[in-house]
Nanobody, 123 residues
Framework: QVQLVESGGGLVQAGGSLRLSCAAS????????MAWFRQAPGKEREFVAT????????YYADSVKGRFTISRDNAKNTVYLQMNSLKPEDTAVYYCAAKYSFRQWVFNEYDYWGQGTQVTVSS
């Protein structure tokens, strides 16, 4: 069982930056693929970025490529999402997710989810 707790959301102006954190409890964090998803009001949840168990492989949605960076610190059981050059369309609740996997990339079928953290970008 893995429990995930996100933090770092908030209100920021367009062009600004935020760093989200997701702290995981439980053992074997380094055996889990991690990802960030987001859901804007009235829209379906969408994939943002994923990082493999070791941190050696990442993948991004086209909408955030070049602006967002996913990383992890397995010693701290934490995954991060650095968000730069934020746009109003990035406004959403951001969720952290985990899946026991050694695949290069995992895009869906995540088993564990955090409660989400709100990111609001004003124009």
């Amino acid at each position: 069982q893995v429990q995930l707790v996100e933090s770092g959301g908030g209100l920021v102006q367009a062009g600004g930056s935020l760093r989200l954190s997701c702290a995981a409890s439980g053992r074997a964090f380094s055996s889990y693929a991690m990802a960030w998803f987001r859901q804007a009001p009235g829209k379906e949840r969408e994939f943002v970025a994923t990082i493999n168990f070791s941190g050696g492989s990442t993948y991004y949605a086209d909408s955030v490529k070049g602006r967002f960076t996913i990383s992890r610190d397995n010693a701290k059981n934490t995954v991060y999402l650095q968000m730069n050059s934020l746009k109003p369309e990035d406004t959403a609740v951001y969720y952290c997710a985990a899946k026991y996997s050694f695949r290069q990339w995992v895009f869906n079928e995540y088993d564990y989810w955090g409660q989400g953290t709100q990111v609001t970008v004003s124009s």
